[in-house]
């Protein structure tokens, strides 16, 4: 786990560092459905990189993300998909399990926003198989800190960006 400021400020950080390792033509999916926090960071890193967001539709009768949507804009050159465990604005979760599947059978990571699951929800990245989940102590009365978790041995892979004084 990785302590910060709070989710959108970690974020933006976070996508600087694993935008590192994009190219021009990887693919990165985000979708209408999130918190701006987990579009424009994706989006930003992805433009410096020369790759290519593609976002994901709503439902508008029921305000769930587009699953059918989901899967035919993922493809092989898909690196990364930012989705939400649960919207901020309408409250609608999503089959995170499921989208993780999808979005690992093309050999794509998963950053899971979780910011308004965590106050009524278990967390369970295991279950979930993710590679990122990131969410604020302040939605479940804690602290104004951010949290991300991420696979330790992808964590390890990055260069953090951030200034030399504070730890990697």
Not at 97 to 123: C, Q
Request: net charge neutral; aromatic share 8%; glycine share 6%.
């Amino acid at each position: 786990c990785i302590f910060g400021a709070n989710m959108t400020t970690m974020t933006l950080a976070f996508s600087r560092a694993l935008a590192r390792s994009w190219k021009p033509g990887d693919r990165i999916l985000v979708t209408q459905l999130d918190h701006d926090g987990n579009v424009t960071p994706w989006t930003l890193a992805a433009r410096d990189a020369g790759a290519e967001v593609v976002q994901v539709k709503v439902n508008l009768d029921d305000a769930t993300l587009d699953e059918a949507d989901f899967k035919a804009k993922l493809n092989d050159r898909t690196k990364l998909v930012a989705f939400t465990a649960a919207s901020n604005s309408v409250g609608s979760t999503t089959p995170i399990a499921k989208l993780t599947k999808m979005a690992h059978a093309v050999g794509a990571e998963v950053y899971i926003d979780a910011v308004h699951w965590a106050p009524h929800r278990l967390i369970d990245v295991q279950a979930w198989d993710v590679d990122y989940c990131i969410c604020s102590a302040y939605k479940f009365f804690g602290p104004h800190i951010g949290m991300l978790w991420g696979r330790l041995e992808r964590l390890e892979e990055l260069t953090a960006y951030k200034l030399r004084p504070s730890p990697a």
